[in-house]
T-cell receptor, first 109, second 114 residues
Framework: DAKTTQPTSMDCAEGRAANLPCNHSTISGNEYVYWYRQIHSQGPQYIIHGLKNNETNEMASLIITEDRKSSTLILPHATLRDTAVYYCIVREYGNKLVFGAGTILRVKS | GAGVSQSPSNKVTEKGKDVELRCDPISGHTALYWYRQSLGQGLEFLIYFQGNSAPDKSGLPSDRFSAERTGGSVSTLTIQRTQQEDSAVYLC????????????FGPGTRLTVT
């Protein structure tokens, strides 16, 4: 099963872009990269997912390297409400999500 | 529309008692998942239901844990003879069931075993 590696924590200034990296060097060709976040005391929230092309939605952008061994989640204008744990997940066969420790993002004013 | 709901939101029980946790998925979602999150830890997969297929029970930590899904909708997670290490937040998620569809999570049930 492909595993992911993320920094334990990151800080970002309010209004600036938050760039969260993720390594997934053992990803297989049919596995997608998913990002979820969990704000304190709430259930996880889906953010975005992608296979090999860069993706953008109303919440974030996902940049996947050409070799697919790493990716970056970009929150273009971070707000205090974006403070959360961000999980990078490589989707396993059978739909279950395997959550690692994630990255604690602290947005500071 | 309504999201995933779970009840109760909090449950305190004595060691050795049985508990039932309920999940109401989003209407029309065929896939339903249970996870748990211990204090300060990441999410741990427990069980997965997809339509009428046999559930994937590979994440259940012991035979004290069981789950059922009636009529392809509501699910109940049962923990028998609860232990203190069962204390955690139990999260339910549902999805439309296509192979790569995103999962929508409920608010969770915080279980405390005293």
């Amino acid at each position: 099963d492909a595993k992911t590696t993320q920094p334990t924590s990151m800080d970002c200034a309010e209004g600036r872009a938050a760039n969260l990296p993720c390594n997934h060097s053992t990803i297989s060709g049919n596995e997608y990269v998913y990002w979820y976040r969990q704000i304190h005391s709430q259930g996880p929230q889906y953010i975005i997912h992608g296979l090999k092309n860069n993706e953008t939605n109303e919440m974030a952008s996902l940049i996947i390297t050409e070799d697919r061994k790493s990716s970056t989640l970009i929150l273009p204008h971070a707000t205090l409400r974006d403070t959360a744990v961000y999980y990078c997940i490589v989707r396993e066969y059978g739909n279950k999500l395997v959550f690692g420790a994630g990255t604690i993002l602290r947005v500071k004013s | 529309g309504a999201g995933v709901s779970q009840s109760p939101s909090n449950k305190v029980t004595e060691k050795g008692k049985d508990v039932e946790l309920r999940c109401d998925p989003i209407s029309g979602h065929t896939a339903l998942y249970w996870y748990r999150q211990s204090l300060g830890q990441g999410l741990e997969f427990l069980i997965y239901f997809q339509g009428n297929s046999a559930p994937d029970k590979s994440g259940l930590p012991s035979d004290r844990f069981s789950a059922e899904r009636t009529g392809g909708s509501v699910s109940t997670l049962t923990i028998q003879r609860t232990q203190q290490e069962d204390s955690a937040v139990y999260l339910c998620a549902s999805s439309s069931g296509t192979s790569m569809s995103e999962q929508y999570f409920g608010p969770g049930t915080r279980l405390t075993v005293t």
